[in-house]
């Protein structure tokens, strides 16, 4: 590891996994506006939050966990442009009030919670040397 290493750790964060409690959330926010399925969950994740990714598992277990609480069904439907038929998923209409709810919860997180850190440091920082006197080198340590 170099010095410029951690600089760089913080210009540009790695990304955030959401866990299963916001994966939920953020799937009836997206599901509340339309249908989807799960590779379109992920991509428009990816897309519209940069700084958050989703793993499969997690979301296919967030996914699972909704339809097990009668919150969003799924059907079959052939998708223009794929294959196979895909795995759509829509918020049952006696839950729109909670999935709501819910949406506005992944809102505000992600509005007052920013995945990724603010940099804390100049993208070119003109200061070269380390801080209490350890000279920044480019030598590992």
Do not use: H
């Not at 959401?18 to 339309?34: A, D, F, I, P, R």
């Not at 991509?43 to 979301?59: G, I, K, P, W």
Request: glycine share 8%; aromatic share 12%; hydrophobic share 30%.
């Amino acid at each position: 590891m170099k010095f410029e290493d951690i600089y760089q750790f913080f210009q540009e964060p790695p990304p955030i996994y959401l866990n299963k409690e916001l994966t939920v959330c953020y799937v009836l926010s997206v599901l509340v506006q339309g249908d989807s399925y799960g590779t379109e969950l992920i991509q428009n994740l990816e897309s519209e939050y940069s700084e958050y990714r989703l793993s499969d598992t997690v979301l296919y277990s967030a996914l699972k966990f909704l339809e097990s609480e009668n919150a969003i069904k799924g059907y079959w439907k052939k998708v223009e442009g794929r294959g196979r038929p895909r795995r759509m998923y829509q918020v049952r209409p006696e839950c729109l009030q909670q999935a709501q709810e819910l949406a506005r919860l992944w809102r505000s997180y992600v509005k007052t919670s920013p995945g990724a850190p603010q940099p804390l440091i100049p993208s070119n920082p003109s200061f070269k040397g380390g801080q209490g006197g350890i000279p920044i080198t480019g030598e590992s340590f």
